[in-house]
């Protein structure tokens, strides 16, 4: 658009069909249409700062037999978002933004704050932060009979280190995630399961010991409660 104005947009659609037969279970014949549009804007500004906001919207539309029974469901959920690449100093950057949907099948907003902060330790060395919530609608088989049903909640702390130089690369990461919302199936059907998960990670890319070789080796420890 000129001025440093970006838009990029983009869609998609796709259908599934369901095909199930069981005795034990009951027979299903299930047709699944999705859809997806998403916009966004770009505005760029000096030493690789700018602001991004912008739309999307998914349509879920399922109808047919589940287990023997005639279910339909239709789910319009549409999101608002905006964020913005800032330098604090000439070595540290934040990328702060926000999310707000809304799940016509669930009938509820949700709000999801998210930030990030980088602060460059030398030439090579970088050590970031990231904190953020985000959502996720229940399984359409469980809304059939539960419009009740809310959003599962999750909310990350990442912290990170990176080294980067002479085509070797090195990630040290550790995490936290804190579950709310969680789906329970006992004593009865509702999403007010809570969980964590914890952990970290070692990452290590090397493209320079040996001639025409790239490798990595990754290690990885999670733990998990429910």
């Known amino acids: 658009f000129g001025n440093n104005w970006k838009m990029d947009a983009s869609g ?15 027979h299903s014949d299930l047709d699944e249409h999705f859809a997806h549009l998403r916009a966004v804007f770009t505005k760029g500004f000096a030493r690789n700062q700018a602001i991004r906001f912008g739309a999307e919207h998914f349509f ?24 913005g690449d800032i330098y604090l100093t000439p070595n540290m950057a934040a990328k702060i933004g926000g999310r707000a949907e809304h799940s016509s099948a669930l009938r509820r907003w ?28 229940p399984a359409s088989v469980y809304l ?36 709310r919302g969680l789906l ?5 059907l509702a999403t007010s399961g809570t969980g964590d998960a914890k952990g970290f990670e070692f990452f290590f ?6 001639t025409n070789l790239d490798y990595w080796v990754t290690y990885t420890y999670i733990d998990t409660k429910r």
Do not use: C
């Not at 998609?12 to 009951?26: E, N, V």
């Not at 709000?111 to 919530?133: E, T």
């Not at 890319?205 to 040996?210: A, E, I, S, Y």
């Open 110 to 137: 949700a709000f999801a704050p998210r930030a990030s902060l980088g602060y460059r330790l030398g030439a090579a060395d970088q050590l970031n932060a990231a904190y953020g919530i985000f959502y996720q609608t």
């Open 184 to 188: 329970r199936t006992d004593p009865v």
């Open 205 to 210: 890319r090397d493209k320079r010991t040996f």
């Open 12 to 26: 998609g659609y796709s259908f599934l069909r369901t095909a199930i037969r069981s005795d034990y279970t009951g």
């Open 60 to 83: 879920t539309r399922e109808t047919g037999m589940w287990e023997d029974r005639r279910v339909g469901l239709t789910d319009q959920l549409t999101a608002a978002f905006a964020e």
């Open 144 to 179: 059939y009979d539960h419009p009740e049903l809310g959003f599962s909640q999750a909310t990350h702390y990442v912290v990170n280190f990176t080294h980067n130089a002479g085509n070797r690369f090195f990630r040290a990461e550790a995490y936290y995630k804190r579950y």
